[in-house]
């Protein structure tokens, strides 16, 4: 119980110096946690998500300001990944290092499964944790034309960065109702992603 209460006093620390930030900082932070998810998955873009939401909620960002940042952000990080992996994916896993990763055969797996779960796997993958962070590069080294990719990828993460905000706003200043949600909200993703 501590420890829960001294994790809310925490919060609270941060929640005041982030309204006390000017407009300008605070959305550009917000923006690059969003971004940075696809780069480095440990970093939860709907963490980024749901803090914009939430000082949305107390009145300091504007919901749709949340939403178009952090879903652009997110899109547009996604898409240079998927290029990049595109580009020189299969390059990197046929040289030295990367073939004891993943062999030929199993890049060629993930390919045949890609072009047969198609934009629906991509989708659903992209509302899942874990699974959101993989899609973009693997879709790129199978190969995947860009429409095919990015079109999932832009909707299941503008659903997905939608309904968050919308959720996280309803609750306004309510952070443990938020923090409550979140945890049920990744409990449930988690588990999901792991079956």
């Known amino acids: 119980m501590g420890l829960r209460r001294e994790h809310l006093h ?5 929640v005041r110096f982030l309204e006390a930030l000017p407009p300008g900082p605070l959305s550009a932070g917000i923006t690059v946690l969003a971004a940075v998810e696809n780069i480095s998955p440990p970093v939860p873009a709907d963490m980024a998500v749901a803090l914009g939401a939430f000082l949305a909620g107390r009145g300091v960002m504007n919901p749709w300001m949340v939403f178009g940042l952090t879903w652009g952000a997110n899109v547009m990080s996604a898409a240079g990944v ?5 580009r020189y994916g299969r390059a990197v896993f046929s040289g030295r290092l990367g073939a004891p990763l993943l062999s030929p055969a199993l890049l060629d797996r993930i390919a045949a499964e890609y072009r047969r779960h198609g934009e629906w796997g991509i989708f659903v993958s992209r509302l899942l944790p874990v699974w959101r962070a993989v899609v973009c590069p693997f879709a790129g080294i199978a190969g995947l034309s860009a429409p095919r990719a990015l079109v999932p990828i832009a909707l299941a993460s503008g659903v997905y960065y939608g309904a968050l905000t919308w959720f996280v706003g309803q609750l306004g200043g309510n952070l443990e109702g938020v923090v409550a949600f979140m945890r049920r909200l990744n409990t449930t ?6 079956i």
Not at 10 to 14: M, P, Q, V
Not at 82 to 86: E, F, S, T
């Open 189 to 194: 993703l988690a588990v999901i992603a792991g």
């Open 82 to 86: 998927y290029l990049l992996a595109r």
């Open 10 to 14: 925490r919060l609270r620390a941060l």
